[in-house]
């Protein structure tokens, strides 16, 4: 079946930085785009964008700093996302989730916004 | 503060029917589909309800979507304790550029 699987909780100190995997199974992984998602704790859902699978080209959500770099491993079907210099309020569950292609006139523009399904979320804890 | 707006919680007892609203502006609703997931306590979002009234296979048909103007709800009929859990809505907003969710609405089934 779809799914996506990510790698498990991680607990930093401050300004060190952390990568979190997200490999897909059982369908092409090339023909969807892969969302990053953060969740706060005890806050809701923010979107911190989306990255193409055939060209490796990220988009990042309008505020996210530099210090967020999304990533492939098309031979492992993975997608990453790595967080520089954490911050306190960097502590949040992130998850990564799949989403069709926008096209227009053959070229890929976009991702759907709905997502389906969802990695099962890793925590990133910052904390000295 | 959400772009998009949901009641932070609602109730009902088991079998009844509740509604979830959640209310946009012409930049995200207005002009985009909207989607449903349900977060169960300490599990991922899943998708409910895509293309504003759509189920996924595997979504039973007590879940329904609709959407109207800048705002969206969502239906919930025979209500079970499993139902309980947060519901987000979410959609594009041009104006932003970046896809918006709800704050969440914390369902109880009493």
């Known amino acids: 079946q779809v799914q996506l699987v990510q790698s498990g909780s991680e607990l930093k100190k401050p300004g060190a930085s952390v990568k979190v995997s997200c490999k897909a199974s059982g369908y092409t992984f090339t023909n969807f785009a892969i969302n990053w998602v953060r969740q706060a704790p005890g806050q809701g859902l923010e979107w911190m964008g989306w990255?193409?699978?055939?060209?490796?080209?990220?988009t990042y959500a309008p505020g996210l700093t530099g210090r967020f770099v999304f990533s492939l491993d098309t031979s492992v079907s993975t997608a990453y996302l790595q967080i520089g210099s954490l911050k306190a309020e960097d502590t949040a569950v992130y998850y990564c989730a799949r989403a069709g292609f926008l096209m227009a006139r053959g070229v890929i523009v976009g991702t759907w916004n709905w997502f389906d399904p969802w990695g099962q979320g890793t925590l990133v804890t910052v904390s000295s | 503060q959400s772009v998009l707006t949901q009641p932070p919680s609602v109730s009902a007892a088991p079998g009844q029917k509740v509604t979830i609203s959640c209310s946009g502006s012409?930049?995200?609703?207005?002009?985009?589909?909207v989607c449903w997931y349900q977060q169960l306590p300490g599990t991922a979002p899943q998708l409910l309800i895509y293309?504003?009234?759509k189920r996924p296979s595997g979504i039973p048909d007590r879940f329904s979507g609709s959407k109207s103007g800048t705002s969206a709800t969502l239906g919930i009929t025979g209500l079970q304790t499993g139902d309980e859990a947060d519901y987000y809505c979410g959609t594009w907003d041009n104006s932003l550029s970046l896809v918006v969710f709800g704050g969440g609405t914390k369902l109880t089934v009493l």
């Open positions: 293309d504003n009234d």
């Open positions: 990255i193409n699978t055939n060209t490796g080209n990220p």
């Open positions: 012409r930049s995200n609703i207005g002009k985009n589909f």
